[in-house]
């Protein structure tokens, strides 16, 4: 059966990265949270292949053929997950699209109250975990993010910024608008729109696997959230430079006329090379800010691509109707 775009009120995005092991379950699961609802016939699952290692692809080629509400992407080489996402919010045709995780942590009994919330009026819609299944070190990570998220993103207060939640139609276009190589999916929602809400959801334990964010890729995806959305770390720094600047004239007026009042007080080496070690610090710290800003400048001026698609499951000049054959995109 044959779906039109026209037709399509939800769509459910997911980019898949290493989740052969789950990806069967993961439409059985979504099928049935969908099944019998008013989205029933509706909705769609949109699986963006984000150059996964395992047969990852080859089984959402399968369940593509299976199901013609499955749309699968693939990409030519591993984006990032954010990145992947925006090729999902493009290829996804519903009025209402929820964005989730491969490894089922995320319910999809979830879906309905999610998109339950878009329905009455809402722009995004994030989750909430009442208790959340990661480990300490990422609990640690993730308060740390939302501390620097309420500053660079002017994140509103309490707000958890989940991977799993729900935008309207209006406001995945307006984020669709960015073209960048440095997606950052929370703080373009944060540039669109102020229309927010969450729901609480219980967290699972992952089906299998293990998760695919190490210390390396969380320390990646801060700093493309500091710098690629905001420049409030480099105001920080002009503030901070003033700061020293002012704190240094303050001590040297002190030094000068301590010097005079006792001229036979020897100058302190200590003291001197702690101070140079701290302002050297400092200045290769900002220079750090800089330089992230200006590489990301260099990379964007070179129309570096935000993601390339490799093959989809579907007809790629009718996008209103899905095809078993494979699409193949010239780069």
Known sequence: MKQKSDMISLSVVVPVYRSADVLHELVSQVHAALAGSTYDGHFELVLVNDCSPDESWQLIERQANEHAWIRGVSLRRNFGQHNATMA??????????????????????AILRLAEMIE???????????????????????????IVAGWVLNKPRGLYLSSFKALSRGAADAILAYDGPYAYV?????????????????????????GNYNLKRSVSLWLKMATGSSVYPL???TVFGFAMAATSLVLLAIIVVDR??????????????????????LQMFFLGILGEYIGRIYIRLNNTPQYVVRETTFSDHSSAHRSTAIQHHPV
């Open 120 to 146: 009455k009026g809402f722009d995004v819609c994030y989750t909430r975990y009442k208790e959340r299944k990661h480990a300490t070190w990422k609990k640690l990570g993730s308060r740390f993010n939302d």
């Open 260 to 281: 005079l009042r006792h001229p036979e007080m020897q100058p302190g080496w200590a003291s001197t090379i702690a101070t140079i070690l701290m302002m050297g610090g």
């Open 186 to 210: 929370d703080g373009l929602i944060f540039k669109v729109t102020n229309s927010i809400t969450t729901i609480d959801i219980d967290h699972q334990d992952r089906f299998a696997g293990q």
């Open 88 to 109: 999902g919010l493009k290829y996804a045709r519903g009025k209402i699209v929820v964005i989730m995780d491969d490894d089922l942590q995320h319910p999809p009994t």
């Open 235 to 237: 105001r920080i720094a």
